[in-house]
C-alpha cells in the first residue's frame, strides 16, 4: 500500500514538473523571437475571461509586436514537443537501472511521454496542435499520427524490455 501511495505522489509531482516544463517551453520560444514580458502563467486547470476550460496556460506579450513568420508562431506552438520527444527517447532506457531507481526514471520521463500523447490528440480548437498546424497549413493529423505513435512505441518498448 505505502508504495501505491508513493507512486501516486510521484505521478503527481512529476504531473505538475511536466505542466511547469511544457508551459515554460514557450516562453523560452517566444523569447527567442523578441524578448517577452508581462508573462502570466496558470499551472492548475481553469476557465479564461470568456468561458474556455484550460488545463493550464501561458500568456505573454511582446513590445513593440515583432514581424513574425507564420513558420516561428508554429514552432512557439510546437515548442514543449522538445522536451517531449526526448523523454521518448529516454523512457526506454529506465531497464538499465536497479529496481528502485528505473520506478523513478519510468515516473518521470512518462510525464513527458503522457504529455505528447494528450497533446497529440488536439481535440480542442485552441490546442497547441492545432494552432501550429493552421499556421504550418498542414492537416493536424500529421501531429497527432507522429506524436501518439512515438509516445507509445516508447512506453511499449520500455515497458516490454522491463517485464
Same mark, same amino acid.
Given at each position: ?11 503527481? +509531482? ?29 499551472? *492548475?486547470?481553469?476557465? =479564461? ?8 496556460? /501561458? ?8 514581424? /513574425?513568420? =507564420? ?14 520527444? $526526448?523523454?521518448?527517447?529516454? $523512457? ?11 520506478? /523513478?526514471?519510468?515516473? $518521470? ?13 488536439? +481535440?480542442?480548437?485552441?490546442? =497547441? ?15 497527432? +499520427? ?6 507509445? +512505441? ?5 515497458? /516490454?524490455? *522491463? $517485464?
Amino acid at each position: 500500500m505505502q508504495q501505491w501511495i508513493a507512486l501516486t505522489i510521484s505521478a503527481l +509531482i512529476t504531473t505538475l514538473l511536466w505542466v511547469v516544463i511544457h508551459e515554460s517551453s514557450h516562453i523560452l520560444a517566444a523569447n527567442q523571437i523578441a524578448p517577452v514580458k508581462d508573462v502570466k502563467l496558470w499551472l *492548475y486547470p481553469h476557465r =479564461d475571461e470568456d468561458g474556455k476550460f484550460y488545463f493550464a496556460r /501561458v500568456r505573454w506579450s511582446w513590445d513593440p509586436w515583432p514581424v /513574425v513568420s =507564420d513558420f516561428s508562431l508554429a514552432m512557439v506552438y510546437l515548442a514543449p514537443k522538445m522536451p517531449d520527444l $526526448f523523454a521518448t527517447l529516454m $523512457f526506454p532506457y529506465g531497464f538499465f537501472l536497479s529496481t528502485p531507481w528505473c520506478y /523513478v526514471w519510468y515516473i $518521470f520521463w512518462c510525464g513527458g511521454l503522457i504529455d505528447l500523447f494528450i497533446g497529440s490528440l488536439g +481535440i480542442r480548437k485552441y490546442s =497547441d496542435l492545432r494552432i501550429a498546424a493552421k499556421f504550418l497549413k498542414l492537416n493536424p493529423w500529421t501531429f497527432r +499520427i507522429v506524436g501518439l505513435s512515438l509516445s507509445l +512505441i516508447s512506453a511499449i518498448f520500455g515497458l /516490454v524490455n *522491463y $517485464f
